[in-house]
């Protein structure tokens, strides 16, 4: 069966330090991979999304940056945090582009 | 950006009762879909919707779907207390990149 694995669940940073979140999906091959940042009370905004290894795709500009370095493995990255950066950050994948997205279940971030 | 705006941003029920919420969308659609969250989990898909077709069941769910008025419903009948949660209804367009545009959802309270 298909899975998404996405770690940590909680991370509290200070302002400044780098940033790395991953995802893995199992189960199917060569999966479109999205990334998604939900604000308090709020919808999510897409920010990348990643149709095959190496290609990433932004969707607003920021401060973040995302990686596929292997067919299911999706990160999300960042040099320097700002507390802007804090948010619900949920990994994503559908075998086929135009099925319904998987979730996984969401690292909460906060930058102090 | 978010497309979808959805009606009422909150709803407080009783158990046994239906539960209606409305999504409008701006832009020309493949599918519109229905996810649902729990409190600090990630999303889980409901139902999906092809432009197509006007009306969907899935269980005690009922999705329309009105393309000239750019508008989706999703009714819950005999709602139980386990359907409190969020529910975001997002929009898929043309192209095999499966990105979604959510709206900024619905918060249900179904109270016992």
């Known amino acids: 069966s298909q899975t998404i694995h996405q770690w940590p669940a909680t991370l509290v940073q200070p302002v400044g330090s780098p940033l790395s979140l991953e995802c893995t999906v199992e189960g199917t091959s060569n999966p479109n991979l999205y990334w998604y940042r939900q604000a308090a009370g709020r919808g999510l905004q897409l920010l990348f999304y990643s149709v095959g290894i190496g290609q990433i795709s932004s969707e607003v500009p920021q401060n973040l940056s995302a990686s596929r370095p292997q067919d299911r493995q999706f990160i999300l990255s960042s040099k320097k945090l700002l507390l802007s950066d804090s948010g619900f950050y949920l990994c994503?994948?559908?075998?086929?582009?135009?099925?319904?997205?998987?979730f996984g279940d969401g690292t909460r971030l906060s930058i102090l | 950006s978010q497309q979808g705006e959805e009606d009422p941003q909150a709803l407080s029920i009783q158990e046994g009762e239906n539960a209606t919420m409305n999504c409008s969308y701006k832009?020309?659609?493949?599918?519109l879909q229905w996810y649902r969250q729990n409190s600090g989990r990630g999303l889980v898909h409901l139902i999906l919707?092809?432009?197509?077709?006007r009306e969907k069941h899935s269980g005690r769910l009922r999705v329309t779907l009105d393309t000239s008025k750019k508008s989706s419903s999703l009714l819950i009948t005999a709602s139980r207390a386990a359907d409190t949660a969020s529910y975001f209804c997002?929009?898929?367009?043309?192209?095999?990149?499966?990105?979604?545009?959510f709206g900024q959802g619905t918060t249900l309270q179904v109270k016992p």
């Open positions: 994503a994948f559908t075998g086929n582009g135009n099925q319904p997205q998987h």
């Open positions: 997002a929009t898929q367009g043309s192209g095999n990149t499966g990105k979604l545009i």
């Open positions: 832009t020309s659609i493949n599918n």
């Open positions: 919707i092809r432009s197509n077709e």
